[in-house]
Every structure is written in C-alpha cells, then in structure tokens.
C-alpha cells in the first residue's frame, strides 16, 4: 500500500540499523520506500528531511504512525500515535 499527502508519496520506514545500544536514539541508518523508489539514509539526513517538512511514517495496520523528531542533544526519531511517543521503529527489522 502507498499513500499519497497532497499529492507526494509518504516515505514509509522499513529497517532499522542500532549502533551502540537498543533505543532510539542509537538508531543510525534508516532504510525506506517511497512510491517504486528504496533507499538508505543516515538518522542526520532523515532528521533534517523530517524538520524540512517531509512526510515519514511507518506502516502499520491503520492507521500508518507518523515519525517525527525529538529535540535532544543529538536529535532523533521517534513514532507518535494519538499524541503519545511510540516503539513502532525499535519493532522493524534490523540491517
């Protein structure tokens, strides 16, 4: 399934890569779909994309979880669902 936001295909989460502990904010390489196109990125470059206004989600049995920023010290990634920070990432597969 893809979905499209005001005509722009949402890039949809699909693995995860930890380096130096199990949380969130040890997660250092995110791969993706989004339309027909794959990819890989660092969580610097999909932080940036984020705040810059892109759409990221991960899919799951409806609704999608939006992904959005948490302003740390360095900043990362984390699911939100009803308003309340979820484990969505920490659950996809690992690379």
Same mark, same amino acid.
């Given at each position: 399934?893809?979905? +499209?936001?005001?005509?722009? %295909?949402?890039?949809?989460?699909?693995?995860?890569?930890?380096?130096?502990?199990?949380?969130? *904010?040890?997660?250092?390489?995110?791969?993706?779909? *989004?339309?027909?196109?794959?990819? +890989?990125?660092?969580?610097?470059? =999909?932080?940036?994309?984020?705040?810059?206004?892109?759409?990221?989600?991960?899919?799951?049995?409806?609704?999608?979880?939006?992904?959005?920023?948490?302003?740390?010290?360095?900043?990362?990634?984390?699911?939100?669902?009803?308003?309340? =920070?979820?484990?969505?990432?920490? +659950? =996809?597969?690992? %690379?």
């Amino acid at each position: 399934m893809v979905s +499209e936001v005001g005509g722009v %295909f949402m890039r949809y989460i699909t693995q995860i890569h930890l380096e130096g502990g199990a949380l969130h *904010e040890h997660i250092s390489r995110l791969r993706w779909r *989004e339309g027909n196109a794959v990819g +890989e990125t660092s969580r610097e470059e =999909l932080v940036q994309w984020v705040k810059n206004g892109g759409n990221v989600a991960v899919e799951t049995l409806p609704p999608d979880v939006r992904v959005e920023v948490i302003d740390a010290r360095p900043p990362y990634l984390r699911t939100k669902a009803n308003g309340v =920070l979820t484990d969505n990432l920490l +659950e =996809l597969p690992r %690379f």
